[in-house]
């Protein structure tokens, strides 16, 4: 399996800050590598595809980029709903993996 | 707009089979690949399987001997059988589409939580 590590674990940030999440993988994906939004009690929701495509409806303060091993979520200005946990997917491989996830939380 | 409407027993015992079904709605049903992902309270995802509008499924290694994925074309339908589960089979099961084999995932399910408990 390819495995994907997501840092930081958690990351504590205020409104308008910039930030970013890293995901690195076991081995190259070349881009096939997605992005999810998660709140408490809900379902991921997807925001980004192949590395760098921003899914329609996301706001575009979110960005992607990286290929190979290793992979960025950007959000440029962090809004008030986006204190939410992040995950990373591969899917280079058709045994899907995700990282272990980063949640963002209110500095 | 597509939406995947699931259901199941929420609660089993130790060596009991975990079932879940989940409708697709408003969608086709062929040329997608139809999985079941998981998370355990307070952890992350883990991918189980899936399969396509043909039957042609794919597992997750660690899970493969003991998860069967089938489909019901005609109800537009996908279940999961996970056997003789444990406490570490507790989790939020949801069913997801995907675009093709081994895909990103857009539509999502609900989720179903199913604890495992003697």
């Known amino acids: 399996d390819i495995q994907m590590t997501q840092s930081p674990s958690t990351l504590s940030a205020s409104v308008g800050d910039r930030v970013t999440i890293t995901c690195r993988a076991s081995?190259?994906?070349?881009?096939?590598l997605a992005w999810y939004q998660q709140k408490p009690g809900k379902a991921p929701k997807l925001l980004i595809q192949?590395?760098?495509s921003l899914e329609s409806g996301v706001p575009s303060r979110f960005s992607g980029s990286g290929s190979g091993t290793e992979f960025t979520l950007t959000i440029s200005s962090l809004q008030p709903d986006d204190f939410a946990s992040y995950y990373c997917?591969?899917?280079?491989?058709?045994?899907?993996?995700f990282g272990g996830g980063t949640k963002v939380e209110i500095k | 707009q597509v939406q995947l409407q699931q259901w199941g027993a929420g609660l089993l015992k130790p060596s009991e089979t975990l079932s879940l079904t989940c409708t697709v709605y408003?969608?086709?049903?062929?040329?997608?690949?139809w999985t079941w992902i998981r998370q355990p309270p307070g952890k992350g995802l883990e991918w189980i399987g899936e399969?396509?509008?043909?039957?042609?499924?794919n597992y997750n290694p660690s899970l493969k001997s003991r998860v069967t994925i089938s489909l019901d074309t005609s109800k537009k339908q996908f279940s999961l059988k996970l056997s003789s589960v444990t406490a570490a089979d507790t989790a939020v099961y949801y069913c997801?589409?995907?675009?093709?084999?081994?895909?990103?995932?857009?539509?999502w399910g609900l989720g179903t939580l199913v604890t495992v408990s003697s």
């Open positions: 081995q190259s994906i070349s881009s096939w």
């Open positions: 399969i396509n509008h043909s039957g042609s499924t």
């Open positions: 192949k590395a760098s």
């Open positions: 997917q591969q899917y280079k491989s058709y045994s899907i993996t």
């Open positions: 408003g969608g086709s049903f062929s040329g997608y690949y």
């Open positions: 997801v589409r995907g675009y093709g084999s081994g895909s990103y995932y857009h539509v």
